[in-house]
């Protein structure tokens, strides 16, 4: 980790129309950020009673260094809150999710509808021997099914597995046996810029390595639909035709495990990161409500996909607690061309739109003539979440996207924190570059590597000091790993990024400080690239970097020595990248490729990634006294 470093900060300022202040859930932000220092678990308390509980909890939390436990012995089920609760509360057909697909196709689920949706695949996963805590890995395109496969897990109190449907097998395989998947749900094929993705021919490749799964569930789209292996796989609309309409939500314990998410280790293999279903209800429900600012007429259309954190908490379960209506819409941002969006947002009358800062650049690439064909005056709330969101972007969102009237909420957080930490809450001044103050409920702070805080205008390691309630519990299968977390920086939980705080506690997030490379908000970590690179027979040795890009943030760049009898070339490059991209996917592919005859060492062996990063960039390399000769 490198020390302490000054920041040049910022200056200008955003003050948002004070109607948006006095009417959000959160009016005033000092005042609830008070009240909640002042009693943490009194405020988490009044929290969690706004929720549905099959049994109350004794305590609200309890801290064992560096275990928590949130609503201990309460009993619940966060299916039953993002559903039945809503069924019998008056939003029975209120719309729950509004598919948008990219042929034009659209599909429309009421609460009601998605309930039952729900039952009957619950149903038909458990007369597959599917029952609580089994784990099932759910590799979908952006289809409805894709959240009701989760969600009917969590309704039987099964653990899901999302894998993001752009991963390649070797991803696929890896994920699938770390979580000792029984069951793997999937679809014949995704639709992505009028191709067709094989889906299945992935799963297929996936599953010649994975013996713990004993049924294929397909989700067959393509017509005439193919044929399926009866001894494998199992057609989707039959197991749901064929399944009893009524499945009683299982009561689970606070502290029982709701899902893991695989996100990029920087060393080794992605780390499966385990949220438990009470707490991460709780704090996804309340950053949802407060921090977009829901209201009962509001349509949140939040761009990531389900198989991302992001998709967990803020297409899922945060906004169907809460009750709103969610738009998916399966395909690409400048699909068929790049008023694709806005003319969903027009379309549907988007209020709450949430998306990444590099779809935000990209926007900006093509120009506001784009955004500026349509009636965007729904939007009412815009929000971005990956990466920081540079001023220059920020100020583009704001202007051509929200017309200068819509406050933006840049949220901080991780796979691992499971809700916002950090945001500039509605109605506060907003300042371009920086994400803003940890949200009531987060206690954040920039720290130097002894836990000190540093002083305003001073970089230092971003932590968190207090445990909070959907913050993760273990790594799977490797608790050391997650204990880590937790020794890095003494007393603190080291979230691995830079940052600075201003005079007034507004937080910028600089980036990260190991070596994951954030491409296109997607975590990508160093070690997975170069093993895939490795794995190909022509090559001897990989380093990858991140080097800055004005439109993904980061791409990466890979070093690479051949082995004896392999050549250097085009020809080379095309084949590594076409293997990268089979094995990781598409958003793991170097942008490019640069063969070397050695690569920089340490003395004990370890490629120093900083000093090919300070080559590529131009910059002093720092100190190299322990480079090999
Ligand atoms: C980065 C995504 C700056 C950060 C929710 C973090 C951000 C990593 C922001 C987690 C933001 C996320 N400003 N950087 N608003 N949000 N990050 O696990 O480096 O996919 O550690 O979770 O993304 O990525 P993850």
């Known amino acids: 980790m490198a020390e302490t470093f000054a920041v040049k900060l910022e200056e200008r300022c955003y003050y948002p129309?004070?109607?948006?202040?006095?009417?959000?859930?959160?009016?005033?932000?000092?005042?609830?950020?008070?009240?909640?220092?002042?009693?943490?678990?009194?405020?988490?308390?009044?929290?969690?009673?706004?929720?549905?509980?099959?049994?109350?909890?004794?305590?609200v939390k309890e801290w064992n260094y560096p275990y928590a436990k949130w609503f201990v012995n309460g009993r619940?089920?966060?299916?039953?809150?993002?559903?039945?609760?809503?069924?019998?509360?008056?939003?029975?057909d209120k719309p729950a999710i509004i598919w948008h697909a990219e042929s034009g196709e659209q599909q429309v689920l009421t609460y009601e509808a998605l309930h039952h949706e729900v039952m009957r695949f619950a149903n038909g996963l458990s007369s597959l021997g599917v029952g609580k805590g089994e784990r099932v890995c759910i590799y979908m395109p952006l289809v409805p099914e894709q959240i009701v496969?989760?969600?009917?897990?969590?309704?039987?109190?099964?653990?899901?597995?999302?894998?993001?449907?752009?991963?390649?097998?070797?991803?696929?395989?890896m994920r699938i046996n770390d979580a000792d998947a029984k069951v793997l749900v999937t679809a014949d094929v995704g639709y992505r810029r009028g191709k067709t993705i094989p889906l299945r021919e992935i799963v297929n490749d996936a599953l010649t390595r994975t013996?713990?799964?004993?049924?294929?569930?397909?989700?067959?789209?393509?017509?005439?639909?193919?044929?399926?292996?009866?001894?494998?796989?199992?057609?989707?609309?039959?197991?749901?035709?064929?399944?009893?309409?009524?499945?009683?939500?299982?009561?689970?314990?606070?502290?029982?495990?709701?899902?893991?998410?695989?996100?990029?280790?920087?060393?080794?293999?992605?780390?499966?990161?385990?949220?438990?279903?009470?707490?991460?209800?709780?704090?996804?429900?309340?950053?949802?409500?407060?921090?977009?600012?829901?209201k009962e007429t509001d349509v949140l259309w939040c761009t990531a996909d389900p198989g991302w954190i992001t998709g967990h908490s803020y297409i899922v379960y945060g906004p169907l607690a809460v009750g709103t209506t969610v738009v998916i819409a399966e395909g690409t941002p400048d699909y068929p061309d790049p008023g694709a969006y806005w003319q969903l947002v027009q379309d549907l009358g988007v209020t709450i739109f949430y998306t990444a800062p590099t779809a935000i650049r990209m926007f900006m690439r093509y120009g506001a003539e784009w955004p500026a064909k349509y009636d965007l005056s729904s939007l009412r709330v815009l929000g971005s979440v990956g990466e920081p969101l540079n001023p220059e972007a920020f100020e583009w969102y704001y202007h051509a996207i929200g017309g200068g009237r819509c406050p933006i909420v840049d949220t901080w957080w991780q796979t691992e924190?499971?809700?916002?930490?950090?945001?500039?809450?509605?109605?506060?001044?907003?300042?371009?570059?920086?994400?803003?103050?940890?949200?009531?409920?987060?206690?954040?702070?920039?720290?130097?590597?002894?836990?000190?805080?540093?002083?305003?205008?001073?970089?230092?390691f971003l932590v968190i000091k207090e445990p909070w309630p959907s913050m993760l519990r273990t790594v799977h299968g490797n608790d050391e790993r997650y204990r880590t977390y937790w020794n890095t920086i003494p007393g603190c939980y080291t979230a691995g990024d830079l940052a600075v705080k201003d005079e007034e506690g507004y937080i910028m997030v600089l980036g990260r400080a190991d070596d994951l490379i954030v491409v296109a908000g997607h975590n990508i970590g160093t070690a997975e690239v170069e093993s895939a690179l490795v794995s190909h027979e022509a090559v001897a040795e990989a380093a990858v970097i991140g080097k800055p890009d004005?439109?993904?943030?980061?791409?990466?760049?890979?070093?690479?020595?051949?082995?004896v009898g392999a050549t250097p070339g085009?020809?080379?490059?095309?084949?590594?990248?076409?293997?990268?991209?089979?094995?990781?996917?598409?958003?793991?592919?170097?942008?490019?490729?640069?063969?070397?005859?050695?690569?920089?060492?340490?003395?004990?062996?370890?490629?120093?990634?900083?000093?090919?990063?300070?080559?590529?960039?131009?910059?002093?390399?720092?100190?190299?006294?322990?480079?090999?000769?």
Not at 76 to 92: E, K, P, Q, S, W
Not at 158 to 163: E, G, K, L, R
Not at 247 to 273: H, N, Q, R, W
Request: charged residues 25%; glycine residues 10%; contains cysteine.
């Open 17 to 59: 129309d004070p109607r948006c202040k006095a009417a959000a859930w959160t009016p005033d932000y000092t005042r609830a950020y008070s009240e909640f220092l002042h009693d943490p678990d009194g405020f988490w308390d009044q929290v969690a009673r706004e929720l549905d509980w099959f049994e109350p909890w004794d305590r």
């Open 149 to 173: 496969a989760m969600l009917a897990c969590a309704r039987l109190g099964a653990v899901h597995s999302v894998v993001f449907g752009g991963f390649g097998a070797d991803a696929l395989a």
């Open 76 to 92: 619940l089920n966060i299916a039953y809150n993002c559903l039945d609760r809503h069924v019998t509360g008056g939003r029975r």
């Open 211 to 294: 013996p713990c799964v004993e049924k294929t569930v397909v989700l067959r789209r393509e017509i005439p639909a193919a044929d399926l292996d009866p001894a494998r796989e199992v057609d989707y609309a039959e197991l749901v035709a064929r399944a009893a309409p009524d499945c009683p939500a299982v009561s689970m314990d606070s502290e029982d495990p709701l899902f893991i998410l695989y996100t990029s280790g920087s060393t080794g293999a992605p780390k499966g990161i385990v949220h438990t279903c009470g707490g991460y209800m709780v704090g996804t429900y309340y950053t949802a409500r407060h921090d977009f600012d829901i």
């Open 417 to 460: 924190t499971g809700m916002h930490m950090i945001t500039t809450m509605i109605g506060e001044p907003m300042r371009p570059g920086f994400a803003g103050k940890p949200i009531p409920g987060a206690v954040v702070d920039v720290v130097d590597r002894r836990g000190n805080p540093v002083p305003p205008g001073t970089g230092g």
């Open 550 to 563: 004005a439109l993904k943030g980061n791409v990466i760049k890979a070093f690479v020595t051949l082995r």
């Open 570 to 629: 085009d020809g080379l490059v095309d084949e590594l990248t076409r293997h990268v991209k089979k094995s990781l996917g598409p958003v793991a592919v170097p942008a490019e490729i640069e063969f070397m005859d050695r690569l920089p060492k340490t003395r004990s062996g370890k490629i120093m990634r900083r000093v090919l990063k300070a080559r590529e960039l131009g910059m002093d390399p720092g100190d190299i006294s322990t480079l090999e000769e």
